[in-house]
T-cell receptor, first 114, second 113 residues
Framework: DAGVIQSPRHEVTEMGQEVTLRCKPI?????LFWYRQTMMRGLELLIY????????DSGMPEDRFSAKMPNASFSTLKIQPSEPRDSAVYFC????????????FGPGTRLTVT | GDSVTQMEGPVTLSEEAFLTINCTYT??????LFWYVQYPGEGLQLLLK?????DKGSNKGFEATYRKETTSFHLEKGSVQVSDSAVYFC????????????FGRGTSLIVHP
């Protein structure tokens, strides 16, 4: 059974460009999470969805960040315009029954904004 | 609010040494506790969990006991291997809040042959 799939694995872009990160959760999982990991701040929850509906986006740093989940098998995290301080590893995770249960993480997307 | 505090790393050990990684927490409700492991270049994966006081979670030779009186969930392994080298994250999910997990900062473990 495939795990959580993320693409791309690495992204290098210039400041001001739009960046789109993609995630395919595990089939049947009703919850999807986007995290950001940096050395300075550790692992931060950005937003999570339940049945494709955003439930809590209080972790989204600013209006430059947006996330969508058009169907149960696909989600995107978009940064527009990107800035150097957005450089981080972005993880997508899914869970079967809720945010308090085991989460399955994807391999992450390492974003570098120059 | 909820918080998780882990010992700072890196923790450097020789193969077959005993491992302890300390984790303490604060929570408004009655949390479930987790240890996740992150191998280089990969996402986090659940190592073990405990959902109530005095429960012991165990997996792959690792274990941790939910201690409500000391608000701790220390990770232990009797004999580490080089393949255990990774970053270990303690986390909680609080039934007194939104259940959204709170993660510690992670502790890097380096095991030398």
């Amino acid at each position: 059974d495939a795990g959580v799939i993320q693409s791309p694995r690495h992204e290098v872009t210039e400041m001001g460009q739009e960046v789109t990160l993609r995630c395919k959760p595990i089939s049947g999982h009703d919850y999807l999470f986007w995290y950001r990991q940096t050395m300075m701040r550790g692992l931060e929850l950005l937003i999570y969805f339940n049945n494709n509906v955003p439930i809590d986006d209080s972790g989204m740093p600013e209006d430059r960040f947006s996330a969508k989940m058009p169907n149960a098998s696909f989600s995107t995290l978009k940064i527009q315009p990107s800035e150097p301080r957005d450089s981080a590893v972005y993880f997508c995770a899914s869970s079967l029954t809720g945010p308090g249960t085991e989460q399955y993480f994807g391999p992450g997307t390492r974003l570098t904004v120059t | 609010g909820d918080s998780v505090t882990q010992m700072e790393g890196p923790v450097t050990l020789s193969e077959e040494a005993f491992l302890t990684i300390n984790c303490t927490y604060t929570a408004t409700g009655y949390p479930s506790l987790f240890w996740y492991v992150q191998y280089p270049g990969e996402g986090l994966q659940l190592l073990l969990k405990a959902t109530k006081a005095d429960d012991k979670g165990s997996n792959k030779g690792f274990e941790a006991t939910y201690r409500k009186e000391t608000t701790s969930f220390h990770l232990e392994k009797g004999s580490v291997q080089v393949s255990d080298s990774a970053v270990y994250f303690c986390a909680l999910s609080d039934d007194g809040g939104s259940y959204i997990p709170t993660f510690g900062r992670g502790t890097s473990l380096i095991v030398h042959p």
